[in-house]
């Protein structure tokens, strides 16, 4: 079975670039059919789905935050990686690493989600 573990740091500072690193397991990151996600949540709102990496490695991005994002991985470590760039308050939230044959989706009920992260950005 698939497991997904999301790791980073928990603080971060505005402005500052925030990564959080996806590590994979049970499945690798290019086998066929398969997206891997970032889904955030902030405080009090839904889920938001913030972008993806195809198992062929393409590039999928949300409008709101395409300008400052950049979704890449590691095929010798299995892993994926959510860099965002120039970061707010409002990006405080919990964020999700997702396995999912669907590129956009905020289902829980469907794919492989990891347990979550927390991210606060302090001003």
């Known amino acids: 079975q698939v497991q997904l573990v999301e790791s980073g740091p928990g603080l971060v500072k505005a402005s500052q670039t925030l990564t959080l690193l996806c590590s994979v397991s049970?499945?690798?990151?290019?086998?066929?059919?398969?997206?891997f996600i970032w889904v955030r949540q902030p405080p009090g709102k839904g889920l938001e789905w913030m972008g993806a990496?195809?198992?062929?490695?393409?590039?999928y991005y949300n409008p709101s935050v395409k300008s400052r994002i950049f979704i890449t991985r590691d095929t010798s470590t299995n892993q994926f990686t959510l860099q965002l760039e120039s970061v707010t308050p409002e990006d405080t939230g919990v964020y999700y690493c997702?396995?999912?044959?669907?590129?956009?989706?905020?289902?829980?009920?469907?794919?492989?989600w990891g347990q979550g992260t927390q991210v606060t950005v302090s001003s």
């Open positions: 049970g499945g690798s990151i290019t086998d066929d059919n398969y997206n």
């Open positions: 997702v396995r999912d044959t669907m590129v956009v989706t905020t289902q829980r009920s469907r794919g492989s």
């Open positions: 990496i195809s198992h062929a490695g393409n590039t």
